[in-house]
């Protein structure tokens, strides 16, 4: 992970600020040094607000203990919420795919995040996932049904029918439905979106 | 195109294949296509149009007139492709103006040789029918390692059998796609290729395209028993391959078979009857694409006609010449090893060092 723009003409704490933006994901040697160049124009106290910032989201952000989501108290705000309904819950992959769907505003139940995907390629089997918590949680809570929203993939259907099973003996178990993007045009659809939309037709109401 | 070995003929047909199927036969990943210590290589080719519109400039069988296909390789970001000086979205759509059919050396191990190189030959063939064929091939090819590895690193734990059946699901039904979609691609090729047989053979050699899926299935195919079938064979299966780290049963297990007068050519066809096979297969599929597209394909022979004897060049050049004709590539170290009705009816190029001559 070393700088392919050769850090020599930078002063050495200075190089060490750009290694370390570099380390991020999407952050190329550009953007790196725009970042320390523009942090070090700064004032001192928003620079202290910025490292404080770092420091206190990592010693304070944990899990939920419920559902897995990212939170600095022991039970999530959505977890916390009373106006949300208890009885469906969400399944996504991570905390991103949650606060996706939050974005949408649509969604009023709960969720359980898993923490990944089943990837035996990757070392990822069932037990390194929040998979048994969501088990016990969906027996215990009276789920009356777990809405699975995991991406298409091979992973991401290996490690929805492999929940579906182990869920149906407790609760309804939904997938959520793949297809055309609204406003898209139909014309210009790949192939595999197209096939995966007819495929999951629905009869007209 | 004439010149030694090493002086890059090869290298100017892969470039030709590359912009016209986005693959190459040589290599799959993209860092081999790029010079060393180069960070891109660029293909940039210029189509004349369908027949009778050829530009001297040109090559191919396109369409639409003069279009300019560009492909970008970059080891870091990925392809992009341009169509006439326009970036398009995606590079599949690149596809069209060139198709082409390669035909190499390697192709002649197509009847000896194992089966995985029929299964490649006839998948080549499917993509060209069925676009989806590209994504099904991958997800099932996935698929198939994800098992293996579940198995080799014992990751199932107590949950193992609830594991393997939500891969047997997904198998089933792409596996289904594969059979279904492999079958019906030979069912168009075969009359195609045993026609080109009998040709090449002067009337007399019966040739049958056997398919023999990896999965037992009965009857015609509707898509629902064959899942089925192909279901329940995953899961007899399952013991043998917890003992073998290998699943027996899919299309990763299919055979085809080339029969010549209803015995297997591949064990009692002569060295010449095998030979004339592969010239028929690739003929039927230069073929089937001229029919669904309605443009004769280019044709890309790759050091591949020397080593036919005179009277089977002169059978494929007579097949290319049919009709409106097949512009062709060819690729040899030196003329002397054409017929003459070759070398009169082209148009020599010498490759030296990389470099087109006169």
């Known amino acids: ?205 | 195109m004439i010149g030694s070995n090493g002086e890059g003929k090869s290298n100017l047909l892969e470039a030709v294949e590359l912009l016209g199927s986005l693959r190459s036969h040589r290599c799959s990943s993209d860092r081999d296509l790029i010079q060393q210590g180069q960070a891109t290589a660029l293909v940039r080719g210029l189509c004349g149009g369908g027949p009778g519109g050829r530009g001297e400039a040109g090559v191919g069988a396109g369409a639409s007139q003069g279009d300019a296909l560009e492909l970008e390789l970059r080891r870091q970001g990925g392809r992009q492709a341009r169509r006439n000086g326009k970036l398009l979205e995606r590079q599949l759509d690149l596809v069209g103006p060139l198709r082409c059919v390669g035909f190499s050396a390697l192709d002649l191990e197509l009847v000896r040789g194992e089966p995985a190189l029929r299964r490649q030959w006839l998948d080549r063939v499917v993509l060209q029918l069925e676009p989806v064929y590209a994504e099904l091939l991958s997800r099932y090819g996935r698929l198939l390692r994800q098992r293996a590895q579940l198995l080799r690193r014992g990751l199932g734990g107590a949950h193992l059998a609830d594991l393997l059946d939500a891969f047997d699901q997904q198998m089933a039904l792409i596996g289904t796609r594969l059979h279904r979609r492999r079958r019906r691609a030979l069912l168009r090729l075969e009359p195609l290729a045993a026609a080109w047989q009998r040709h090449l053979s002067g009337g007399n050699e019966q040739l049958l395209l056997h398919y023999q899926p990896g999965t037992v299935l009965e009857g015609e195919e509707a898509e629902a028993p064959w899942r089925e079938a192909l279901a329940w064979q995953l899961r007899q299966q399952r013991d043998s391959e917890l003992r073998l780290g290998q699943c027996g049963v899919g299309p990763h297990r299919d055979e085809i078979q080339l029969q010549l007068g209803g015995q297997p050519a591949r064990r009692y066809g002569s060295a010449g009857q095998q030979r004339s096979l592969v010239l028929a297969l690739k003929l039927a599929e230069l073929e089937l694409i001229r029919q669904l597209w309605g443009e004769p394909p280019l044709l890309l022979l790759d050091d591949v006609l020397a080593e036919l004897d005179p009277t089977r060049q002169q059978l494929l050049l007579e097949a290319v010449g049919q009709g409106e004709g097949y512009q062709c590539l060819v690729s040899a170290t030196h003329l002397g090893s054409f017929s003459d009705d070759w070398s009169k009816t082209s148009q020599v190029i010498r490759v030296e060092k990389g470099l087109i001559g006169a």
């Open chain 1, 1 to 205: 992970m070393t700088c392919e723009i050769p850090l020599s003409g930078f002063t050495r704490p200075l190089a060490r600020l750009i290694d370390q933006f570099e380390r991020l994901p999407g952050i190329g040697p550009r953007t790196a040094q725009r970042l320390a160049l523009h942090l070090l124009r700064q004032p001192e106290e928003q620079i202290h607000s910025f490292a404080d910032a770092l420091l206190a989201a990592r010693s304070q952000v944990g899990q939920c203990q419920s559902c897995f989501h990212l939170s600095a108290e022991p039970l999530c705000e959505i977890c916390r919420n009373q106006e949300r309904h208890t009885g469906i819950l969400c399944v996504v992959a991570d905390s991103r795919d949650l606060l996706a769907l939050e974005r949408t505003r649509e969604y009023k139940g709960q969720y359980h995040v898993l923490g990944g995907l089943i990837s035996p390629m990757d070392g990822v089997g069932p037990e390194l996932l929040h998979i048994q918590p969501l088990v016990n949680r969906v027996d215990r809570d009276q789920i009356s049904e777990v809405i699975l929203a995991l991406t298409p993939s091979v992973e991401g259907d290996t490690t929805s029918l492999y929940l579906a099973r182990l869920l149906k003996p407790f609760t309804q178990v939904s997938r959520i439905a793949y297809g055309l993007p609204v406003g898209s045009e139909l014309e210009y659809a790949d192939e595999v979106t197209l096939a995966r939309a007819l495929e999951g037709r629905r009869p007209m109401e």
